[in-house]
């Protein structure tokens, strides 16, 4: 019932800055914790960061801490990344996904619901 589309991605190059955007649709997630993750290809995927469903709460990999900024917008059903001072080793497939619970999850099995995926190419 309920549906995310991750959009935002693309090429960048290195020190430049992108927003990530994650739409919910079918049924409001407002009571879910939202997370991004990132998969490089052979790579495993990885927990990038996250928000509880109020956003008081959040929480970041400790690559991209003072970096990227994780925020929602119940009221539109939208998560956000803003990714700023990128580098190469950001390039990825970016994933959003709600959590089983009102918290943030870095575990991919505690989550319900995952977006298809929006491109990251960081250049160097």
């Known amino acids: 019932q309920v549906q995310l589309v991750e959009s935002g991605g693309g090429l960048v190059q290195a020190g430049g800055s992108l927003r990530l955007s994650c739409a919910a649709s079918?049924?409001?997630?407002?009571?879910?914790?939202m997370d991004w993750f990132r998969q490089a290809p052979g790579k495993e995927r990885e927990f990038v960061a996250g928000i509880s469903w109020s956003g008081g709460d959040t929480g970041y990999v400790d690559s991209v801490k003072g970096r990227f900024t994780i925020s929602r917008d119940n009221a539109k059903n939208t998560v956000y990344l803003q990714m700023n001072s990128l580098k190469p080793e950001d390039t990825a497939v970016y994933y959003c996904a709600a959590s089983r619970g009102s918290y943030y999850s870095t575990t991919q099995s505690m989550h319900n619901y995952w977006g298809q995926g929006t491109q990251v190419t960081v250049s160097s």
């Open positions: 079918g049924r409001t997630v407002n009571f879910y914790g």
